[in-house]
DNA sequence: ACAAAAGTGTTTCAGATACACCCATGT
DNA sequence: ACATGGGTGTATCTGAAACACTTTTGT
């Protein structure tokens, strides 16, 4: 904070809000992307997102887009501060400078329209990377940051749940690794990692009949927030993921 | 992004930068502080910062910044972004929004004046969790993050050399850990995994002579980003720290 | 019976810990 | 000679990786 008058004035400038909201569907990490309505780059696609409002707090604006976006409340989502952008060209309409937020959950129900009536759709993140799908303003470097947090963050914390929905299986939550990682993993040691992290993962006694196979123990997450020792992303089963 | 127009307006406002910048002086973390020559807080310490200029990019005006306040230029320190701060009452003179920096170096000489003229001096970081100094503003939950964020950075990165003057000894960068997590370390092992991770330290292949003991060897940094396999916080020695 | 997925046992190996020990220098 | 810190050797232990094997279900 500045103590002294500066020689050239502070910018006066906009805040917005930017969600790179992260969910696994169909054994790819996926992410919720509006279409744009208006200019500039209209028509492409772009990360949900919004103004922050007077007097109100930057994690407050992000929940409120992830609701509006979602149609989900409160705090059943995980949410947390990405990074703040701010070059000067970044957005044509003038000095705006956007914090992104992530926000990792299960695999919702295809997103309503938004209260903005904006077109919301979950897409693979390979496409994107691939560079098939363009992305407004400066959002595939947003995405790739917020991909690159996802990933350090599975192998540090237990936040992998929070793409689960309770209750789950130890093979629900290798999936997210496996499509978060783009790796495959031992299902037998990931599950005894899993297992010997004392409150990663709570046992609630019951079982999931699949189509075919065994049934499996479910489970709810437990109060375990980081993982020690981590899961490492080197511990790559042998044999390739599914296409 | 938002793409239709909101019902209630944007918030026009003002950012800053205020960073937080560690050295390890006297094998103790301590932190640059200002004293406060303006209202508000007027006379207490605070982070260095100041007002993000018009057509000025964040990571810019936190450069800038850190020059004033320690006379380094370039990225001879190392610089990141910490964290966004923005909740509505966090300054009296109205909505400021603060993007927060970390930057790590070495122990510097004791700063000048910077072009504010303002008192700029070491802190002990401990003397600030001790709540002995108050800081303004909500400084010390910033400071607070970026002590967390560094002592992360120093398992998983090889960021500690930022806080080591070229050339430095084994000594001194086990130094750094000791001061950062405050714990002590055995000195066989962290020696032999920080030689065993390539692209850690490169020996020089000269020797530095101390007051007292066998003299030691004297390194620079390598090119290496990562630690694999981590430096672990739980790998103290038996030990205690010295006071 | 068979397929498929859950879950267990076990061998092997790499790395961390603890600590004894040797080395090189100044006093 | 001895104190001091640098640096090496090594026994032990822990846990990860690989993969064979057993269990439990539906068809």
Redesign the interface.
Known sequence: ????V?H?????????V?LVIFTVRDAQLQVLL?E???TPYQGEA??P??????????DTAAQRELQEETGVVGSSLHLE?L??????GR?PRG?????AYLALGPDLPIPQAGT???AAHWTPVSSILDGQVPL??D?EGILRDGLERARSKLEHTTIATAFCREPFTIADLRQIYEAVWGIALDPSNFRRKVMKTRGFVVPIGERRLPDVGRPAALFRRGVAETL?P?LTR?GASTSSLPS
């Open positions: 904070m500045q103590t002294t500066r050239r004035p502070p910018a006066s400038l906009t805040a917005a930017d509006i744009r309505g208006n772009a990360l997102g919004g103004f922050v409002r007077e007097g109100e707090a930057l501060q990074h703040a952008y701010g070059d000067p957005d000095r705006i400078i956007t914090i903005d009536a904006i407004a303003f959002h020690t981590p080197s």
